[in-house]
């Protein structure tokens, strides 16, 4: 079947712009995870839905993230007035159920690879 | 808090020769650990995880990885390296409802 599907694949951005960015998890898959993926830093987690519900955003950097999911389905990350160093990749993921943590397979997308300039 | 250790960004191997990859876990409590491999220009695939059924544990394309709780590890292993393994590899253990990824290593193999 489908996997994890992320549009746009590339953005590039004027700093001060804002960026939406889509993901398409597996059909049936509950949980939906964003990571971002940067030279420096690493694999960082962004924030968790188990449904349409975020129980843990904890790992989003500033007030400029912020992500939605509706339907329980398709989810958005929305990064406002764009930073340089927001430039990174940002992978999506989702898992059968969020039930149990991480324990589960994690099916990971392609990535958006952002360059704000 | 719980954590992953990878040493070493870079790994060059040998066409024909072992694949090692060494990663170390902290947790005060039994970890579910996974290794990830991630080729250019894509997102990662799930190679193989631990979650308690057994110390070895088999993934796809010839890697296995052994669980250690001595020495608090998971390393990665594959008995001969091919030219397709290049890529990088990213060691995780379960932290809640997230995955905290090792910074990885970056696969070389060497013709």
């Known amino acids: 079947g489908a996997g994890v599907s992320q549009s746009p694949s590339n953005k590039v951005t004027e700093k001060g712009k804002d960026v939406e960015l889509r993901c398409d998890p597996i059909?049936?898959?509950?949980?939906l995870y964003w990571y971002r993926q940067s030279l420096g830093q690493g694999l960082e987690f962004l924030i968790y839905?188990?449904?349409?519900?975020?129980?843990?955003k904890s790992g989003l950097p500033s007030d400029r993230f912020s992500a939605e999911r509706t339907g329980g389905s398709v989810s958005t990350l929305t990064i406002q007035r764009t930073q340089q160093e927001d430039s990174a990749v940002y992978l999506c993921?989702?898992?059968?159920?969020?039930?149990?943590?991480?324990?589960?397979?994690?099916?990971f997308g392609p990535g958006t690879r952002l360059t704000v300039t | 808090a719980q954590s992953v250790t990878q040493l070493g960004s870079h790994v060059s191997v040998s066409e024909g020769a072992l694949v090692l990859l060494r990663c170390n876990y902290s947790?005060?409590?039994?970890?579910?650990l996974f290794w990830y491999v991630q080729y250019p220009n894509q997102g990662l695939q799930l190679l193989l995880k631990y979650t308690s059924a057994a110390t070895l544990v088999k993934g796809i394309n010839g890697f296995e990885a052994e669980f250690k709780k001595s020495e608090t590890s998971f390393h990665l292993t594959k008995p001969s390296a091919h030219m397709s393994d290049a890529a990088e590899y990213f060691c995780a253990v379960s932290v809640g409802n997230r995955l905290a990824f090792g910074k990885g290593n970056q696969v070389v193999v060497i013709p």
């Open positions: 839905f188990q449904g349409n519900s975020a129980p843990d």
């Open positions: 947790s005060s409590v039994p970890p579910y």
């Open positions: 059909s049936g898959h509950t949980a």
């Open positions: 993921a989702s898992s059968f159920s969020g039930t149990g943590g991480s324990r589960g397979e994690q099916y």
